[in-house]
Nanobody, 118 residues
């Protein structure tokens, strides 16, 4: 059973930085894509950044130039470096992975809270 465990959330002042981590365990086969989503109170879940097995990255317009997604294939971990944080970045951040041998499945982490406030 694949498990995704996020860490690194917390409270930070506007303009500050945080680094989120998502470690995937129990993976059989390969991970096709790993993605960070976020959901703010009263809003729908939105894609923040994704990275494919081939290292192709994609970012939401609202975070381009501020956030960087990367991964470590040796331990199936994806990172989200968040710089120049704004109050509107406040949300629960979720890690998602699509993984499998022949048939892939969707997996979600439990989420980590990021709060940007002075």
């Amino acid at each position: 059973q694949v498990q995704l465990v996020e860490s690194g959330g917390g409270l930070v002042q506007p303009g500050g930085s945080l680094r989120l981590s998502c470690a995937a365990s129990g993976v059989r086969g390969s991970i096709r894509i790993m993605t960070w989503y976020r959901q703010a109170p009263g809003k729908e879940r939105e894609l923040v950044a994704s990275i494919t097995r081939g290292e192709t990255t994609n970012y939401a317009d609202s975070v381009k130039g501020r956030f960087t997604i990367s991964k470590d294939n040796t331990n199936n971990t994806v990172y989200l470096q968040m710089n120049s944080l704004k109050p509107e970045d406040t949300a629960v951040y979720y890690c998602y992975a699509e993984a499998g041998v022949i048939i892939t499945r969707d997996y979600w982490g439990q989420g980590t809270q990021v709060t940007v406030s002075s």
